[in-house]
């Protein structure tokens, strides 16, 4: 089944709203297999954001990540690269949809909250990246199939 990796960013942890946002993925029919909170060191922190290393902005961005710690979680569920990318809403948070996390709790392009793995391939890297194979489970979800029919689980 597909894995997912999401921060709470400093700002979701200095807000109150890890228990909001995780609630959120929670009731969507997402499975939460690892979670853990984590000070983001520089070299970490670098590789994650590799796309923007280079970019003016991304000392303000490192600095800003590590503020706090921040909780690290990995949820997996059908498509759930995908899902988690919608349920989260785009990354300058104030033109994000209304009902998505960013959309309904956040105003900045930088302060938003929220990363998540933003395709399969990428996904897969960063749950390697931030979580040792022992910190990740394997266990039933009583209600799989209340949740989805056995053909969408193939
Ligand atoms: N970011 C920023 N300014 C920008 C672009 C990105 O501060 O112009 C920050 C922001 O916190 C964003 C993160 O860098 O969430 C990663 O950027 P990316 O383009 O990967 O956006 P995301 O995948 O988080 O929507
Ligand atoms: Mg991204």
Not at 7 to 33: F, H, N, T, Y
Not at 53 to 78: D, H, K, L, N
Not at 82 to 93: C, D, E, P, S
């Amino acid at each position: 089944m597909e894995r997912t990796l999401v921060l709470l960013k400093p700002d979701a942890v200095q807000r109150d709203l890890v228990g909001e946002i995780i609630s959120r993925l929670e009731r969507k029919g997402l499975k939460l297999v690892g979670i853990k909170m984590m000070q983001l060191s520089s070299d970490l922190l670098d590789t994650h954001y590799s796309h923007l290393v280079g970019r003016g902005f991304y000392p303000e961005i490192r600095s800003f990540m590590q503020r706090t710690p921040v909780v690290a979680c990995c949820w997996e569920g059908i498509d759930s690269v995908n899902t988690v990318r919608l349920l989260t809403g785009i990354t300058k948070a104030r033109e994000a949809a209304p009902g998505t996390i960013r959309g309904d709790f956040a105003l900045s392009v930088q302060t938003n909250l929220i990363h998540c793995s933003d395709s399969l391939e990428t996904a897969k890297a960063e749950v390697e990246r931030f979580f040792k194979a022992e910190e990740l489970f394997e266990y039933t979800d009583a209600l799989e199939t209340f949740l989805s029919s056995s053909g969408e689980r193939d």
